[in-house]
């Protein structure tokens, strides 16, 4: 895939993550990635589809989310593009990893995750389109 | 994902296979809540064969241990791979969860 583009695109569904998953470990297998590195960058566009499937909408019609990865001298870039609300994830609440379990909260508890595993994230709102990309330098097996 | 539920004395032992994810916790959730229902409140959930947890599986696993100190029971977690084990560090979760090697580790805490 040097240099090349590959995307993907899923339906507003969160039984498409299996097809995620399948088409990342067959990227990660083209690109010879760890099977850590495989599993955060899964993690991370996980927790943001499933935002995005599950809050991003405000009609019940099915809608498409497009996923485009190009490896960029061993840094791999993700972007992900939705016609959902207006939804800066970077700007998420963090979650308070310090309180007590009784005080814990969940929500913000994916954006804080995405955050920490990647290198490098830049939201842009393009037209009625959410634009999201991630830059994650990939581990070698 | 596939869930072997298996009692030891009065101890439920979870073992998860496969990917946690926000499409497949639900159906563990169900699992667990069920075992609350029929009187479990000491639980070992095994991790030895999870492959992948997000947000949705730390979500069931953070409502488990509340549910089951509300009943003066216990959750421990056990056999996880490294990289699941960083998800646990990055989000705090291991501050408040036991977090053990094996199995029998797990059974010797209750």
């Known amino acids: 895939m040097n240099g090349g583009k590959i995307s993907f695109e899923f339906r507003s569904n969160l039984s498409e993550l299996g097809k995620l998953h399948r088409n990342l470990e067959e990227l990660g297998k083209s690109l010879g990635m760890s099977k850590k590195a495989v599993f955060q960058i899964d993690l991370a566009i996980e927790e943001v589809l499933s935002n995005i499937i599950l809050y991003g909408y405000t009609d019940k019609a099915e809608h498409w989310i497009k996923i485009t990865i190009w490896d960029q001298n061993r840094t791999l870039n993700i972007r992900i593009e939705d016609d959902g609300i207006p939804f800066n994830p970077l700007e998420a609440e963090a979650p308070d990893l310090e309180c007590s379990l009784e005080e814990r909260q969940i929500g913000g508890l994916g954006c804080h995750i995405m955050k920490s595993l990647m290198d490098d994230i830049v939201y842009e709102r393009l037209g009625n389109k959410n634009v999201l990309t991630m830059k994650k330098t990939i581990e070698d097996t | ?110």
């Open chain 2, 1 to 110: 994902m596939e869930i072997i539920e298996k009692r030891q004395n009065d101890i439920s032992i979870f073992k998860v296979n496969g990917r946690l994810d926000s499409n497949t916790s639900p159906r563990f959730e169900e699992k667990i809540v069920e075992a609350i229902k029929n009187g479990s409140n000491k639980m070992i959930i095994d991790f030895e064969a999870l492959d992948y947890i997000s947000s949705a599986g730390l979500r069931v696993i953070n409502k488990t241990t509340k549910q089951l100190k509300h009943i003066e029971g216990m959750l421990i977690l056990c056999s996880m791979q490294d990289y699941i084990k960083e998800v646990f560090v990055i989000t705090g979760f291991d501050s408040f969860l036991p977090i053990v090697s094996t199995c029998d580790e797990a059974l010797m805490k209750f």
